[in-house]
């Protein structure tokens, strides 16, 4: 039986704890579907563009952001324990700088034109550079060492980054996002059907895709 050729856009962005869990969801439910070959796209969302080019403090933007150390310390505490159960190790006190996101998109949308998974293997370090790392992924240096180790072009993005190049793009993707209604990260949109809020479990995941896969129609009563 061949298998079902399939596509998921993920509208994320990489300071977003949540689209990292969600991220190690969505590998774990495509485990559970192996007979369908899905294809997996990721999309810009910045939560805050406001951020300026050289970031801010983290504290203090987090303070600014949730108004308690109490309860910056009680989400921290969830984000922590929900790692831990998909194999990320947040280490949120090891983040000083929280960046303006746009170069590092520019780069996840390079990255897609390269060799299959690259973008996607881009993202995950991303993400642990950031969550896992406290590196400062709104900074030139880093976005290279990302670009290095996910097998890009570095010559082509260290001659790129300095530019605008593809910032109209990214910004515009961002305005299509919001305009379809997208209003929290992540989202996952199914064979440009439908789509899925939030971090869900693995296995939710799994069976919006098992059904879309298999042509469900919302209010058809198929299965």
Known sequence: MPEK????????????????????????????NPDIDVSVNWRPFQLDPTIPPQGKDRKRYMQEKFGSSDRIFEIH??????GKEVGIEFDFDSIEI???????HRLIRWASQAQPNVQDTLVGILFSYYFEQGKDIGDAEVLLEAAAEAGMDVAIVASLLPTDADAVGVRQEIDTANQIGVRGVPCFILDQKYAVMGAQSAETLADAIRQTADGFQPGSGAA
Request: glycine fraction near 2%.
């Open 98 to 104: 929280s960046p303006n996101t746009l170069d590092a």
């Open 5 to 32: 050729k399939f596509t998921i856009d993920v509208v994320s962005d990489v300071v977003c704890p949540w689209c990292f869990v969600g991220r190690k969801r969505l590998e774990q439910a495509l485990e559970l």
């Open 77 to 82: 505490q969830q984000l922590t324990e929900l």
